[in-house]
């Protein structure tokens, strides 16, 4: 079965700083991928390659059977790529409900009553339905994570990029939210999520990749990686038996 998401060979450099360093992975449709990694490996990176807001210098990225190395970032969203940003930034002006809208409109391709349901309804799965005519800026930091989770999906995604979505968040909190994105995942939606939060990763995902330096370390079964001496070396700062 051919891949649903496949980087190949992907690196990207800034002068002697490599974020990208051959990186090279798949996902099937449905599946939900975790990324660790410390701060500063490069995961944040790989969206943006991904998304296209970063070129890479070489490699190849294939979405959906089309090449999407070299495509603007604007037609990989239209094709089925949405995120979220580690710091949400919502229009704080407007409300929940609009700013869920510009999503649907601007990204999601929709218009008139077919947005407005279908806001209706991804508000209703992220738990902000109740908030709707609450301007953004008055949300919690829960509301706000969810309302960025709301704007990504809004979008109509095929795949949806999660950017550390749980930190700072309190334990109940986390849970909350873990549950939603479960639900979501439930739905068949493919999801990349990079997280600090690991057990809230490990409840979620189908598979779990490690990134340092912009490499990937390994890749697989979420708690056979977590158990891993070298991962726990690199990521957890314990030391590997000799």
Partial sequence: MAAFLQLDQVSKSFGAVTVADALSFDLQAGQALGVIGPNGA???????LITGTLAPSSGKITFDGVDITRQSSAKRCRSGMARSFQVPQPFSGMTVFENAMIAATQAGGMHGAEAENYCVEILEQTELLDR????????????RKRLELTRALCA??????LDEIAGGLTEAECTSLVDTIKAIHGRGVTIIWIEHVVHALLAVVDKLMVIDFGSKIAEGEPRAIMESPEVQQI????EADG
Avoid at 42 to 48: E, I, L, V, W
Avoid at 132 to 143: D, K, S, W
């Fill in 235 to 238: 990521y957890l700062g314990i």
């Fill in 132 to 143: 709707a005519n609450t301007p953004a800026g008055g949300l919690t930091l829960l509301g």
């Fill in 42 to 48: 490069g995961k944040t990176s790989m969206f943006n």
């Fill in 156 to 161: 109509k995604p095929k795949l949806l990029m």
